[in-house]
């Protein structure tokens, strides 16, 4: 007796490869300076070993036999990777970073919600939703930058902070990706930098200024990325 369904091939039961051509592969390390941290349950580990060593076969790859060779190796370094449990710190830096004796900085980190994103980026002032969210920034030294494909949909992401200080300087600096910077103090538009028109690697100040005479000013920055 011939059982049709379970013959290949045949139009109701055809195995399907993971890739049915050939892969460009990347041009770059998986553990290149540029990451993205993402979590998993631990359960979910040995799966994804297993899913990465469709990629440690030559013929998953296009290119010369060398090209395919640094491919496979760099596959297996990325199923290392997603085995290698990353330590992630519990607490961020404040945007406090001068600690120079003229400027006030004595709010204390465990006070405020620091690194986040915006909800509704294109609302008014006093209306914008702040949710703390360290996940979609890296923070590097005195450098926050965003990781904008860990944003969700129609979010912003967006640094809030409460100063003492009357006078300060905001200082944008011009990344590989063009932005725009809203500057929100004390729930109104204060005023927007746009790093389209400056090159990789420049720095813009913003003068802050004249503001009224209050206990504290709470600022957010809300960055959103240019197409």
């Known amino acids: 007796m011939v059982f049709g369904g379970n013959l290949y091939p045949n139009s109701e039961n055809y195995p399907q490869v993971s890739f049915p051509q050939e892969l460009t592969p990347p041009d770059t390390d998986p553990d290149f300076p540029t990451t993205i941290l993402v979590e998993y349950a631990p359960e979910w580990a040995e799966v994804l070993a297993a899913a990465c060593d469709q990629l440690l076969q030559f013929s998953s790859w296009a290119g010369t036999n060398e090209e395919k060779g640094l491919a496979v190796d760099r596959a297996n370094l990325l199923k290392v990777l997603l085995q290698t449990p990353v330590e992630i710190e519990e607490t961020v830096p404040a945007p406090y970073w001068d ?26 002032a006093d209306e914008l939703t702040f949710v703390e969210n360290a996940v979609i920034w ?34 944008f600096n011009r990344g590989d990706i063009i932005e725009q ?42 960055v959103t990325e240019v197409p």
Do not use: K
């Open 99 to 124: 600690s120079e004796e003229d400027v006030d900085d004595e709010m204390p980190v465990d006070e405020q919600e620091w690194y986040g994103l915006v909800t509704n980026p294109t609302a008014p």
């Open 181 to 222: 910077i809203r500057i929100i103090i004390d729930a109104q538009d204060y005023g927007e930098v746009d790093t389209s028109a400056m090159s990789v690697g420049d720095i813009v100040e913003v003068n802050i200024d004249g503001l009224e005479d209050l206990p504290f000013h709470d600022i957010l920055l809300v």
């Open 138 to 171: 890296i923070l590097t030294g005195f450098v926050a930058l965003v990781l904008a494909p860990s944003l969700p949909v129609g979010a912003a992401a967006a640094i809030s902070f409460r100063t003492l200080a009357t006078r300060f300087t905001l200082a």
